[in-house]
């Protein structure tokens, strides 16, 4: 808790209230009254922190309820539903900062004899990354909401400003799973990104325990060499695999008699491959790091040939950097849109071909609803990837961190 009346007065509620001050500010501007939000909100912030230094000392729950609470009765007779969602969000932050001042968190993670500049910069620093933080993720939080647009439009109309249940609707998204050539998009996607996952996976884990060996001459040539992908330009790569590709295209059908569609997703399918491999590479070097050399031994000596000894003994334990390495050359070939449009043709347009085609030709809202599931598709991708990560520095005998 506070030392005593001093810091209450010259510190909580001077930074609480301010905080008020700029919440209520851009609160009143959008009821119409931005100075009179800026009074109200200093007022309402300095308010919090002497209850939470004073009423509700010890009693943190309480204290952010009713915090919460009022603030959101306010809001609700101010703005109706939009005020009192507003209102709730406002009076979490104020009441949260308030607890987090009165109470002294703000020097959790500095040792006692930390001077105030230290603790002010490491407070500083975690606010700007938090700030950054939302610098990156605020187009996607803009993109969800929109993708529930009732109107053809990619602006937040009134009545999803005021939370009118009529101004959100799921039409974009039954579009998406009604159109055609929506539909003829994924399935593209769903073949490529699979079929190109399988040779990334393949070739990078050879390449990564090949290159492991100590033995190997001009290791950091190829492994350069290997990764170039992820390093140069996009577009360079993409116009010398245009070149490539498409004489290797003209050979298959000309000597092999494969239809044009078919030869189509052979070089899609072995373009991504190669944007692919060198994550592949990377995640499975890197399990690789802690792995004990001596059980490879040890199996040769019990007379394990090295196909048994690879799929019996590494197999298993760098099995989760494989599949992390896996999930990022999926991403990658699903998410992909310039070398497909320079390598494939038509019959091979993907889903995010389809978006660039709903951006340039027609600005179809359809895209956010498939924005917002390819978000949520890649979260849940990423997600399996950490908790790979932390299974595999388990089986390393690591802390995951």
């Keep these: ?13 001077p930074i609480t209230g301010a905080l008020g001050a700029i919440l209520g500010y851009v609160a009143g501007n959008a009821a119409g009254s931005g100075l009179l939000g800026l009074i109200l909100g200093a007022i309402v912030g300095a308010g919090f922190a002497y209850a939470a230094g004073t009423f509700f000392e010890g009693k943190r729950t309480q204290g952010r309820l009713a915090g919460i609470a009022f603030c959101g009765v306010a809001g609700l007779i ?35 004899y930390s001077t105030s ?21 605020a187009p996607i ?4 909401p929109l993708s529930f647009n009732a109107e053809n439009f990619f602006t937040f109309t009134p009545e999803m400003l005021n939370f009118d249940p009529e101004g959100y609707s799921l039409r974009h998204y039954r579009d998406f799973f009604n159109n055609s050539d929506w539909q003829l998009a994924m399935r593209n ?36 060499i290997l990764i170039s992908p992820m390093i140069v330009p996009l577009i360079i790569s993409a116009t010398g695999m245009f070149f490539f590709y498409s004489a290797m295209g003209n050979w298959l059908e ?36 802690g792995f004990d050399r001596s059980l490879t031994r040890a199996s040769a000596n019990l007379g394990a040939g090295p196909v048994k000894t690879f799929f019996s003994v590494q197999m298993p334990l760098i099995l989760p950097g494989v599949i992390s390495g896996g999930l990022f050359a999926f991403i990658t070939s699903f998410d992909e849109v310039v070398v497909v ?45 950490e908790l790979l990560r932390r299974r595999s520095e388990r089986l390393r005998g690591l802390s995951p961190g």
């Design 1 to 13: 808790m506070v030392k005593d009346d001093r810091s209450l007065y010259s510190f909580a509620m």
């Design 78 to 112: 101010v703005g109706m539903f939009a005020g009192l969602v507003s209102g709730l969000l406002i009076g979490a932050v104020l009441t949260w900062v308030a607890f987090w001042l009165t109470t002294g968190e703000y020097r959790a993670g500095v040792p006692p």
């Design 117 to 137: 500049g230290q603790v002010l910069w490491h407070n500083a620093f975690r606010f700007i990354c938090g700030l950054i933080f939302f610098f990156l993720i």
């Design 141 to 144: 939080l803009v993109v969800i």
């Design 189 to 224: 996607s769903l073949i490529i990104a699979p079929f190109a996952t399988i040779i990334a996976v393949s070739l990078g884990t050879l390449a990564a325990i090949g290159l492991s060996q100590s033995h190997v001459p001009g290791r950091q040539a190829i492994m350069a």
């Design 254 to 289: 000309e000597n092999l008699g494969f239809s044009q569609t078919l030869s189509g997703y052979i070089k899609v399918i072995l373009a991504h491959a190669a944007l692919g491999i060198p994550f592949v590479i990377i995640t499975v070097t890197a399990t690789l790091v």
């Design 341 to 385: 449009l320079f390598v494939g043709a038509a019959a091979q347009k993907t889903l995010p071909w389809q978006m660039f085609i709903g951006l340039r030709e027609q600005i179809s809202p359809t895209i956010l609803a498939v924005a917002t599931i390819l978000v949520t598709f890649s979260i849940i991708l990423l997600t399996t990837v």
